[in-house]
């Protein structure tokens, strides 16, 4: 069902708050479903009546029609995915895979390395987190900060298209803003050429950005998370995300930029908060964890997305990379499934070589680190409990572990429906399990940092 609401809300442009509201009155009908929640039979009834009562037009003709124009005058993006394209459809996929996999906190582990190698200078130490997800890595990265500099201002900028990880992110900032007052935290769905600056390039996107300037009152954790859970509204009708019909990768329908700051500390964080035309980059830390898919070229990788970021550093500023490297056990479940696919070609060094020279003359002012393999490249692995290895495996350990494969291998769903009728793929996971005694992945990581200017 979360799939016939999906592709309806795609095809007719309404926000799943909206449809919710629609049909049974409930805006977080399609967001609790997400989350696993039940409904009654009564409920299903509505849905599937609502849905046939207002079928729109099918797919292909969708796909055909021109491109419609929204009230700001930019061209739109087409309401179907093109075939393969998984940022909407992997939803439970990749909640599966945080809830099972350590990723998220090894990230974060890692990054927060990085810290004792910053010398932030006033007015505020400045993160930009390209890619912020459900704010899992960011938020610990936030924590690490507090223990490091608890007193410095800080300036954080958080990158996310997805209307449902913003809305994840927001409800963990609440603590962050309890614990670290002289926080700016800024949230843009802004690309990554233009969200560094918070300035979209094109006249009409500028035209029609939308700037939201948040202030929290009071002095408790509760009463933030109560502000901010009053932004939903705003952010199911304006963070909306279209397909490109060139790339297919998602593409903003209007740039939002969103700021929170608590009320108590306004006089402290003046000298730092972004304002139209006034923004500064110049960034202490960015952090590019998985930021482009495993399987785009080198060169879009470096051009698209890790030199726009690197550009964006202050002297003395770190980028730290991270994305997935395989040879571990989760690419041999997608080896016996798909013998020879490997989706991981583009190494740490392939994409320092490429950011080179797309910087030219300018590099001569970074450093670009690879470090050793030992140094550079760490493990991950599936939470699993002793005897659901060493004895019979679970389905569930069978299907969350597959889960995990294709998740990092970044395997397309039109790739899954043939292989899932006759039972190889449980059949390879189990083998790879009992092989190794559990799963785990590899990341690897590097470091691109901007030279300081000699004294």
């Not at 509505?46 to 929204?70: F, G």
């Amino acid at each position: 069902m979360l799939g016939e609401i999906r592709d309806y809300c795609r095809q007719t442009r309404t926000a799943e708050s909206t449809f919710g509201r629609l049909v049974v009155n409930d805006g977080k009908l399609v967001s609790r479903l997400r989350d696993g929640a039940r409904i009654t039979t009564g409920t299903l009834d509505k849905v599937r009546a609502y849905l046939a009562e207002h079928q729109p037009a099918s797919a292909d003709a969708s796909s055909s029609s021109p491109a419609t124009r929204p009230q700001n005058g930019t061209a739109a993006a087409p309401a179907v995915a093109p075939p393969g394209f998984r940022f909407f459809d992997n939803r439970q996929k990749y909640l599966l895979f945080v809830s099972t996999c350590s990723e998220k906190s090894e990230v974060g582990n890692r990054i927060s390395l990085e810290l004792g190698n910053l010398q932030p200078a006033p007015p505020a130490l400045r993160i930009f987190d390209a890619g912020v997800g459900d704010g899992t890595v960011l938020s610990r990265v936030m924590r690490a900060v507090h223990a490091r500099f608890p007193t410095m201002p800080l300036y954080v900028v958080a990158k996310e298209i997805s209307y449902e990880d913003v809305r994840l992110m927001l409800e963990k900032m609440a603590d962050r803003l309890f614990e670290h007052p002289a926080t700016v935290l800024v949230v843009t769905n802004l690309y990554y050429a233009e969200a560094p600056w918070l300035t979209p390039r094109s006249v009409t996107s500028a035209q029609g950005l939308i700037w939201k300037d948040v202030t929290l009152t009071g002095n408790t954790a509760h009463g933030f998370a109560e502000q901010i859970g009053e932004l939903e509204s705003f952010l199911a009708e304006n963070w909306r995300a279209g397909i490109s019909p060139t790339t297919g990768n998602p593409v903003y329908q209007r740039p939002v930029i969103l700021t929170l700051r608590r009320e108590d500390h306004s006089f402290l964080l003046d000298p730092i908060m972004p304002r139209p035309g006034r923004v500064m980059a110049d960034y202490d830390l960015v952090i590019a964890s998985q930021p482009y898919r495993a399987r785009a070229s080198v060169e879009f990788k470096a051009s698209k997305v890790v030199t726009p970021l690197v550009k964006s550093l202050r002297p003395g500023g770190r980028l730290i990379g991270i994305h997935s490297h395989g040879r571990d056990p989760g690419i041999e479940i997608i080896d016996q499934v798909w013998p020879g696919d490997d989706p991981f070609k583009t190494d740490r060094y392939a994409i320092l070589r490429q950011v080179k020279h797309e910087l030219g003359a300018a590099a001569r002012h970074y450093n670009f680190n690879a470090s050793s393999d030992a140094r550079s490249i760490f493990r991950y692995q599936m939470h699993t409990l002793p005897d659901e290895v060493s004895g019979p495996i679970g389905t569930s350990t069978l299907f969350a572990a597959w889960n995990a494969a294709i998740y990092v291998a970044q395997i397309e769903d039109n790739r899954l429906s043939e292989v899932v009728r006759d039972g190889r793929y449980l059949e390879a996971t189990d083998r790879v399990l009992k092989k190794h005694g559990g799963l785990w992945f590899n990341d690897e990581t590097y470091v691109i940092s901007r030279r300081r200017a000699p004294a």
